[in-house]
């Protein structure tokens, strides 16, 4: 009995240890719990389409004349007879019906302080000389007119500057002209009407031009050049 009750206790004793050597076995990890289902969001409408932009409104074309002016000035000069311009008066149809019987006024004068006067009675008729007249300048047509003015001794008023005594002249036109119709009828009309700054060309140009020296006697000046001033009048 004594035999057999040490094999068992041998026996149990290295089963024990066998248990206490084997490796314990992970112990499962937990499950994380699933996220809910996302519910599903509505789906975005799409913009609306932007009211279309109101149409740009169209004006109607203008069945009438209109006249553009330039001066172009080919020759200016001192002597004891006044300063005498020579000019190129540029006129230019932009419309789409001709220009009849144009007839062009002008006058010359002093730029600065008195010009505003010499302008307002130069728009009135109560300055000014005829010059060109016109009987027709068609739609696109430009016209070219050749003459001069002339600032006589007792309308020119210098401007001294040290030992300078020096002049800006001013010239204006005023272009009158009628369209449609026939001959005797009371016809629409229109009016150009633009003053040019008179001078010499500087060197290297500029916008602005120098004032024509009096104090060096009779002369006639290389560089004469012209640049609008204002517009008058509508064309």
Same mark, same amino acid.
């Given at each position: ?15 024990? %240890?066998?248990?206490?050597r ?21 789906? &975005? ?10 149409? /740009?409104?169209?004006?109607?074309? *203008? !069945? ?10 080919? #020759?200016?000069?001192? %002597? ?40 307002? !009675?130069?728009?009135?008729?109560? /300055?000014?000389?005829?010059?060109? *007249?016109?009987?027709?300048i068609?739609?696109? /047509?430009?016209? #070219? ?19 300078? *005594? ?22 629409p %009309? ?9 001078? #010499?060309?500087?060197?290297?140009? &500029? ?7 009096? !104090? ?20």
């Amino acid at each position: 009995l004594l035999a057999i009750l040490g094999a068992i206790l041998l026996q149990h004793r290295r089963r024990s %240890s066998d248990a206490a050597r084997a490796p314990l076995a992970p112990a499962p990890e937990p499950v994380a719990d699933a996220p809910p289902p996302a519910r599903p969001r509505p789906a &975005t409408p799409p913009p609306a389409p932007a009211p279309p932009a109101p149409a /740009e409104p169209v004006s109607p074309p *203008s !069945d009438r004349p209109w006249i553009a002016m330039d001066l172009v000035v080919s #020759q200016a000069r001192y %002597s004891l007879m006044g300063v005498t311009v020579a000019y190129v008066l540029i006129l230019h149809n932009r419309g789409t019906v001709a220009a009849q019987d144009l007839l062009v006024r002008g006058v010359i004068g002093n730029a600065g302080a008195q010009q505003q006067a010499l302008l307002q !009675d130069f728009l009135a008729g109560q /300055e000014g000389t005829p010059l060109h *007249s016109v009987v027709t300048i068609a739609p696109g /047509e430009t016209r #070219q007119l050749t003459g001069e003015l002339r600032l006589t001794p007792d309308r020119i008023v210098p401007v001294a500057m040290g030992q300078r *005594s020096l002049l800006i002249p001013l010239a204006a036109f005023d272009a009158a002209y009628r369209w449609g119709g026939v001959e005797g009828d009371d016809l629409p %009309s229109g009016r150009t009407a633009r003053a040019f700054i008179v001078g #010499q060309e500087q060197e290297p140009p &500029t916008d602005r031009l120098a004032p024509l020296r009096l !104090d060096q006697g009779p002369r006639q000046y290389r560089r004469p050049a012209a640049r609008a001033a204002a517009e008058l009048a509508p064309a």
